[in-house]
């Protein structure tokens, strides 16, 4: 790693005669990662962009709970024309790759956001993906010889990171889908700004029949009531329907200009869907698939997506497209980092790889306590085992994986496990304990489907809602795509 601008950096603080702090810590490339390790809000991070216009170029000190405002930084400089640089040309006049660029840049003329003063101090980059600068705004001001004023856009103010998860609207949400990603959304809706996508688009790429097709909209209100029934809170989450944001398949048309034919065939998932459901050719759409998931994503700026272990793979896509616009265009996107639940792929009740809606093989978070019982009675177990007397196996025995997924009682767990390696224990007595382990977790849930079932006016107005302030955030971002591309300014 090239020290330079680092050594500059620090030479200057000293010479100035600065009160500061040096943060050091694992090498660090976005906004993001440096906020996550800090552990502080954006509103305390400082970035400096730079930006070329009619009259020279110039550096912005912002902070990174904000948004510049470029027709404000146009009259307060008095130019005609203003864009922000390239990650090429940052790197060219900054000595520093977009990240972590140093806010000493000699030469620069500087306007710093007025609210960095706000704040007790702020953190920048220092030139090095190692270290951050701890410093006071005052002393910010004096080592960079900024002006202060208004440069940010009004009302576009983010304290919290970003997340966005969502399912494809093709039957009831199950089990898998609550250990995969739902407790994870749940458990976060406090802590970050949170998109939930019913994802009717990517159903075209397997349910492209009129029989599929004109039942699309109940069921994405069956997945609003999965949702609910599991504690997802519209009044802290956004839930929104993918249809009712055009913009999300325009940036998906930009972005797909990002990735090869080659590189989409590689993802994982599609040869899996393609095996599940018998398709010998993909059609675009399906080949398509992670590139809108990506246009999904980053339409939001999305830094977290909860997904299962199946969808990780498409969150690296994510991150290439957010990559490579960045690197071609302007600083526009985070890159989002996958979150994977506590159990990554829940296996299917006939003991295959994955509970799946495709297959059959799952228990719904709306099945009933009578076909719980049901289902569980059927489940595959350990297929050597012909008599309860014979020594039995639980590693990758579903039963067992459910019992260690879902039974709080540990000490029963271990108790059943040992009983059935010593032939001491039949299945119907380690199913029947299982299924009252299920009926227990899925009783509140019911209990709160039952409370929003048939309530469509509700449901109704949850997507409405939701979907217009989804379709503002693509808006806002794709107007930034295209003035960043030089499409439109």
């Known amino acids: 790693m090239d020290y330079l601008k680092f050594e500059k950096t620090k030479k200057a603080l000293n010479e100035g005669k600065i009160i500061y702090e040096l943060i050091q810590h694992p090498p660090i490339k976005t906004v993001e990662e440096g906020l996550a390790f800090l ?57 520093c790759e977009v990240g972590y660029v140093s806010p000493h840049n000699p030469g620069l003329s500087v306007l710093a956001d007025e609210t960095i003063l706000e704040k007790d101090f702020v953190y920048c980059g220092t030139g090095s993906p190692e270290y951050d600068l701890k410093i006071t705004p005052q002393e910010l001001i004096k080592f960079t010889g900024a002006k202060t004023a208004d440069i940010i856009k009004a009302g576009v103010f983010r304290q919290k990171p970003r997340i966005l998860t969502g399912d494809r609207p093709t039957g009831p949400l ?58 997802v809170d519209p009044g802290k989450s956004v839930i929104y329907q993918q249809s009712r944001v055009p913009e999300v398949t325009y940036l998906s048309l930009i972005f797909s200009n990002l990735i090869t034919v080659p590189r989409a065939q590689r993802v994982p998932t599609l040869k899996d869907v393609m095996h599940d459901l018998q398709i010998e050719q993909p059609s675009m759409g399906l080949l398509n698939y992670p590139i809108l998931q990506a246009a ?42 996958a979150l994977i639940g506590d159990v990554g792929t829940l296996v299917g009740t006939d003991g295959q790889a994955k509970m799946s809606k495709s297959v059959g093989n799952c228990i719904y978070l709306s099945d009933d306590k009578a076909t719980v019982n049901k289902k569980v009675n059927g489940m595959y177990t350990d297929p050597t085992r012909i008599r309860p007397t014979d020594l039995g196996h639980v590693e990758n025995n579903p039963v067992f994986i459910y019992h260690d997924t879902f039974n709080d009682n540990k000490d029963e767990v271990a108790d059943l496990k040992d009983r059935y390696t010593k032939g001491q224990v039949g299945d119907v007595e380690v199913k029947g304990k299982l299924a009252v382990v299920l009926n227990k977790f899925l009783d509140p849930i019911r209990e709160k489907r039952a409370k ?38």
């Open 39 to 95: 552990g502080i809000s954006a509103g305390q991070g400082a970035s400096t962009l730079i930006i070329e216009t009619d009259r020279g170029l110039f550096a912005l000190l912002r902070r990174d709970d904000h948004q510049v405002d470029i027709e404000k930084v146009k009259n307060i400089l008095g130019a005609k024309r203003a864009i922000l640089c390239k990650p090429a040309e940052v790197l060219k006049i900054t000595e």
């Open 174 to 231: 199950h089990l898998g889908h609550y250990v995969g990603t739902l407790k994870n959304r749940v458990r976060l809706q406090d802590e970050y700004d949170c998109f939930f996508i019913m994802a009717d688009l990517h159903t075209l790429t397997t349910d492209n029949s009129f029989e599929k097709t004109s039942t699309l909209n109940d069921r994405v209100k069956g997945l609003v009531l999965d949702y609910l029934s599991v504690g």
């Open 296 to 337: 999904d994503i980053l339409m939001v700026k999305a830094n977290l997506v909860p997904v299962g272990r199946d969808q990780e793979s498409h969150v690296e896509v994510s991150r290439e497209v957010a990559r490579d616009f960045n690197r071609l265009y302007a600083p526009v996107f985070p890159e989002p980092k």
């Open 452 to 489: 929003y079932e048939g309530n469509d006016k509700l449901i109704t107005e949850i997507i409405e809602t939701g979907s217009k302030k989804a379709q503002a955030e693509a808006a806002k971002t794709l107007a930034e795509v295209l003035e960043a591309m030089g499409i439109k300014k």
